[in-house]
């Protein structure tokens, strides 16, 4: 095997690796949501004990990482590649760490009906879900429009968060929501919207892995 077939092999081992990682990301978000819609309690203590799992991933995608750039002496544009990807799975590790700690917060609820606080928030769940997704598929698919997408349809996730803020201040106002749940739903609220900034991240990288750009910076 050439050197050069070997360098696309472990780039596509790579790939691969990453995918696993984004989508076990996301189908924890699922879960999360899920079970707290129908009041599954076990479903999301099993949540918080699965952490070591992405917490793995991300460890030996680091590693692999490293190890193509060290030993394989890329060229620019798989570099770019790799160090994008290296980027990517610490944005994907910390939207792993919020959905756990949005678990601990639905726990602290009683996995009460969010949408008594806020009909903003389950739309706001719903839109956060659907810009990590596009992120991750931009970047797996390398599709830079689809990147640009995705910065720029954070501006709805900000927009729900401050409807969110302000139904939440109405009901402290009237006195008609305890003001610890709203501080909760409030934090949950402020969860989804930096899920929302890692997946602009996630987009940003992909930018980056197709031009060298990053924030109209050339880099590489």
Avoid at 56 to 78: F, G, V, Y
Avoid at 90 to 111: F, H, P, W
Avoid at 144 to 169: R, S
Avoid at 172 to 191: F, H, Q, R, S, V
């Amino acid at each position: 095997m050439s050197p050069r077939t070997l360098f696309e092999h472990e780039l596509g081992q790579l790939r691969d690796d990453l995918k696993k990682m984004c989508f076990q990301v996301e189908a924890v978000y699922d879960r999360l949501f899920s079970a707290m819609a129908v009041k599954d309690g076990e479903t999301i203590f099993n949540i918080l004990e699965q952490d070591r799992v992405v917490k793995d991933m991300e460890k030996s995608i680091e590693s692999r990482c490293l190890s193509l750039i060290t030993k394989q002496h890329p060229i620019a544009r798989d570099l770019r590649t790799v160090s994008a990807s290296l980027k990517v799975v610490t944005d994907i590790k910390r939207v792993g760490d919020i959905v756990t700690d949005m678990a601990e917060l639905i726990i602290r609820l009683q996995m009460k009906d969010v949408s008594i606080y806020s009909e903003n928030l389950p739309l706001m769940i719903k839109e956060t879900k659907a810009l990590l997704h596009s992120a991750v598929g931009a970047f797996l698919r390398r599709n830079q429009e689809e990147a640009e997408n995705v910065i720029a349809g954070d501006d709805k996730v900000d927009d729900l968060f401050n409807k969110v803020k302000d139904d939440l201040v109405a009901h402290l106002k009237e006195g008609t929501a305890n003001a610890d749940d709203c501080i909760d739903i409030l934090m949950i609220a402020k969860y989804l919207e930096k899920i929302a900034d890692h997946a602009v991240n996630v987009g940003e990288w992909e930018i980056f892995q197709e031009t060298g750009n990053m924030s109209d910076t050339r880099i590489l």
